[in-house]
């Protein structure tokens, strides 16, 4: 099993849909978690981070399920501007350095 | 002014040639990565430190090496490039502290070995 594993996609949404990513990870000791997002030819930016109570940012919302290693995202009301690639990130075994999934592909459409 | 700068930004050189890619900050940040990134592989990590002088190795360290000479500056060697070392380069810096803290990428360096 890969560390960080999520769905390519691409996913192509209208405006003002809701879509969801999902990412699995294998470490079950990792502590930390994020979603950083990714423009097209630009650099990673830290989008929120994950914690296990759950969070919301806005129209973003994280949440973390450590029973079954699994992490997600939620965008509601999908903006033109939410078109990136979405990557899912944890800490590795040795807490030392960050582990990127291959990232999730968004497109939204007007 | 960006706090995370990389040096060049695109480069196409020979295969067998000498290449450095260099990164700088102006954060204050101890920790220092650099990244590659390809099409279909997500971005993996090269090389890593968290001091002056400390060097770690990432995922995928061979044939690449790294110096940090002083805090602000980590650059990337390619010895003898090679046409499977074209990707996308990223800088990255992160605050030390008990757990972790976001990092901050620079812009990237895009490498093509011919």
């Known amino acids: 099993r890969k560390e960080v594993e999520q769905d390519p996609g691409p996913f192509n949404v209208p405006e003002g849909a809701t879509v969801a990513f999902n990412c699995t990870y294998s470490?079950?000791?990792?502590?930390?978690f994020f979603w950083y997002r990714q423009d097209c030819r630009k650099e990673p930016k830290l989008l929120m981070s994950?914690?296990?109570s759950g969070n919301e940012d806005g129209r973003f919302t994280a949440q973390l399920n450590r029973a079954s290693q699994y992490i997600s995202l939620l965008i509601r009301d999908s903006k033109l501007s939410d078109s990136a690639t979405y990557l899912c990130?944890?800490?590795?075994?040795?807490?030392?350095?960050?582990?990127f999934g291959k990232g999730t592909t968004l497109s939204v459409s007007s | 002014d960006a706090d995370v700068t990389q040096t060049p930004r695109n480069r196409i050189t020979k295969t067998g040639k000498r290449i450095m890619l260099e990164c700088s900050q102006t954060?204050?940040?101890?920790?220092m990565y650099w990244y590659r990134q390809d099409p279909g592989l997500g971005l993996r990590l090269i090389y890593y430190s968290f001091d002056v002088k400390d060097i770690n190795k990432g995922e995928i360290s061979d044939g690449y090496s790294v110096s940090r000479q002083a805090q602000a500056k980590f650059s990337l060697s390619l010895e003898s490039a090679i046409p499977n070392q074209t990707a996308l380069y990223f800088c990255a810096t992160e605050k030390q502290g008990i757990s972790y803290n976001e990092q901050f990428f620079g812009p990237g360096t895009r490498l093509t070995v011919l």
């Open positions: 990130v944890v800490v590795n075994q040795a807490g030392t350095a960050l582990i």
């Open positions: 994950v914690y296990s």
């Open positions: 954060k204050g940040h101890d920790r």
């Open positions: 470490n079950s000791a990792s502590q930390s």
